[in-house]
C-alpha cells in the first residue's frame, strides 16, 4: 500500500505504536519510516541511544522505547518528517501529538486547527498547545496540538484552518 499510495498501511502503523503500558508511561517517539533509504540522523541526533546506531546507511530505525523520553531531538532532524512524540498522559481525554509542520503560515499558539489522518483527510478539531520554531536551519518547526484520544491511532497532522491564522 505504502509503494502504491505513499499512505502507510494501518498494520505498519500499529508496527511503530509503543504499547499501551509504554504509552500511559510519558512522551515517546512513534517512528513511522518504511522505506530503506541512505539516511540515518534520527539515530545519530538521539542522545540517549535510544535508536540503535544504524550497521548499514540504509537500515530502517530500530527504536527502543524504553530509553526513549520524548526529547524530540530526533523529530526535528529527521528530513522525512516520518517522527512524531505522542504524549498519552497529557490528559485524561486528549493525548498530545508534537509533530514536524513545514507549511507556511505556521499556526498560532492556542488556535484550534483542523486534524488530518494519513490520507490527509480531516478528522478532528484541535488546540494547538505549542508551536517551536528554531532558529537553527536545517530544523522542522514542531507543533504541538491536543487531540481527542479516541484519534490516537489515526491522527497524523494538521491543516491551518481560516480562523487558526
Ligand atoms: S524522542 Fe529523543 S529520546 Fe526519543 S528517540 Fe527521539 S531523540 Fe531519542
Ligand atoms: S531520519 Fe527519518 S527518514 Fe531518515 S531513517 Fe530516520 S526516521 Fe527514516
Request: net charge neutral; aromatic share 6%.
Amino acid at each position: 500500500m505504502l509503494e502504491k499510495t505513499g499512505v502507510a498501511s494501518e498494520e505498519q502503523v500499529a508496527k511503530s505504536f509503543p504499547s499501551m503500558e509504554r504509552l500511559e508511561k510519558g512522551p515517546v517517539a512513534v517512528i513511522e519510516c518504511f522505506q530503506r533509504i541512505p539516511c540515518n540522523p534520527c539515530a545519530t541526533s538521539c542522545k540517549r541511544g535510544a535508536i540503535a546506531p544504524f550497521v548499514d546507511i540504509n537500515d530502517l530505525p530500530n527504536l527502543n522505547d524504553q530509553k526513549c523520553n520524548g526529547c524530540s531531538l530526533c523529530v526535528f532532524n529527521c528530513p522525512g518528517l516520518a517522527i512524531m512524540v505522542v504524549d498519552y498522559t497529557y490528559s485524561e481525554t486528549q493525548v498530545s501529538f508534537k509533530i514536524p509542520y513545514e507549511f507556511l503560515p505556521l499556526p498560532i499558539e492556542g488556535s484550534v486547527v483542523t486534524g488530518l489522518d494519513r490520507n490527509g483527510d480531516g478528522i478532528c478539531n484541535c488546540h494547538v498547545l505549542k508551536v517551536t520554531n528554531s532558529k537553527i536551519m536545517d530544523r522542522t518547526p514542531l507543533v504541538t496540538v491536543a487531540v481527542d484520544k479516541k484519534h490516537l491511532m489515526t491522527f497524523r497532522n494538521i491543516k491551518v484552518v481560516q480562523d487558526g491564522r
